[in-house]
């Protein structure tokens, strides 16, 4: 089971931390991806950690101003996002996948999603 949290309302400029709580598998075992969806766009992905591993890629729009990590602690995926501007905008989901896979952005290879938390930047 996944459960997104910690979006809101984000002054320009700012930054937010959002969490995916794993619970039910071990977080090392499961490569995670954060996705988002801006209203009237279609679901992106925008960075994935690697099952077993640190290794982690982003998605070109949120590279040097996004962080993904795993908090073993509090076993979630946490993604840490900077300088945020308007087109960041969108629901945020987590989603879980057993393996690894270089088409990491592909939404259809995720069978296990979070349910989403809005993040609004706005003044």
């Known amino acids: 089971q996944l459960q997104a949290s910690g979006g809101g309302l984000v002054q320009p400029g700012g930054s937010v931390r959002l969490s995916c709580k794993v619970s039910g598998f071990p977080l090392r075992k499961w490569t995670i991806t954060w996705f988002r969806q801006a209203q009237g766009e279609e679901r992106e992905a925008i960075s994935t950690i690697k099952r077993d591993e640190t290794t982690t890629y982003y998605a070109d729009s949120v590279k040097g101003r996004f962080i993904i990590s795993r908090d073993y602690g509090k076993n979630t995926v946490d993604l840490q996002m900077n300088n945020l501007g308007s087109l960041d905008t969108a629901v945020y989901y987590c989603?879980?996948?057993?393996?690894?896979?270089?088409?990491?952005?592909?939404?259809?290879?995720?069978?296990?999603w979070g349910q989403g938390t809005l993040v609004t930047v706005s003044s």
């Open positions: 989603a879980a996948h057993p393996s690894w896979t270089p088409a990491w952005s592909r939404e259809s290879y995720y069978s296990y």
